[in-house]
């Protein structure tokens, strides 16, 4: 099983400034590997996938990059709608599909 | 608009069972792989069961192996989970998805809780 690594466990931040997360994979997931957003009573949606790719909809303020073990998510300019909860997702050796531990951007 | 829309869920004994269904509409039910992903209070997420569209293939998390089944009606456009010997820690909100890989879709949930 792939475990994956997510970094910090909480990010203090002020609108306006960026943020930068971080995943890391126990092995090569190559670039198949998705981020989530999911805000309080809500479901997660999909941000990223395959590594760098924004999924429909999503604002050109949140991107990603990285491939094989190590990943970022950037957020360039926080909005007060971006404070949440953020998780990485391996689909490159499934089953099974493994989950990151989670970031929460908090307001600083 | 794709929608799921999950429904089953409650408060049921250890050892008991009980069966989640996820209604789909808005897209072609039969061409998607399918999946349920649950969310333990306060924790992260972790991937249960996923089925291949005809239902030929089935994969489960190892710790709802023998316990859990997956199934689907594409007539119905509809996925289930059946959930047998439930235990403390299947106390989760279950979410049913479109997905083979990464989840472009979730469901709203469902709660389950294992609780005597």
């Known amino acids: 099983e792939i475990v994956m690594t997510q970094s910090p466990a909480t990010l203090s931040v002020s609108p306006g400034e960026r943020a930068t997360l971080s995943c890391r994979a126990s092995q090569s997931v190559s670039s198949n590997l998705a981020w989530y957003q999911q805000k309080p009573g809500q479901a997660p949606r999909l941000l990223i996938y395959?590594?760098?790719t924004r999924a429909t909809g999503i604002p050109a303020r949140f991107s990603g990059s990285g491939s094989g073990t190590e990943f970022t998510l950037t957020i360039s300019s926080l909005q007060s709608e971006d404070f949440a909860v953020y998780y990485c997702q391996q689909y490159n050796n499934w089953p099974p599909l493994t989950f990151g531990g989670g970031t929460k951007v908090e307001i600083k | 608009e794709v929608q799921l829309v999950e429904s089953g869920g409650g408060l049921v004994q250890p050892g008991g069972s009980l069966r989640l269904s996820c209604a789909a509409s808005g897209f072609t039910f039969s061409s998607f792989w399918m999946s349920w992903v649950r969310q333990a209070p306060g924790k992260g997420l972790e991937w249960v069961a996923n089925i291949k569209q005809d239902g030929s293939e089935k994969y489960y998390v190892d710790s709802v192996k023998g316990r859990f089944t997956i199934s689907r009606d594409n007539a119905k456009k509809s996925l289930y989970l059946q959930m047998n010997s439930l235990r403390a820690e299947d106390t989760a909100v279950y979410y049913c998805?479109?997905?083979?890989?990464?989840?472009?879709?979730w469901g709203q949930g469902t709660l389950v809780t294992v609780s005597s």
């Open positions: 395959a590594a760098s």
């Open positions: 998805a479109r997905a083979l890989d990464y989840i472009g879709y």
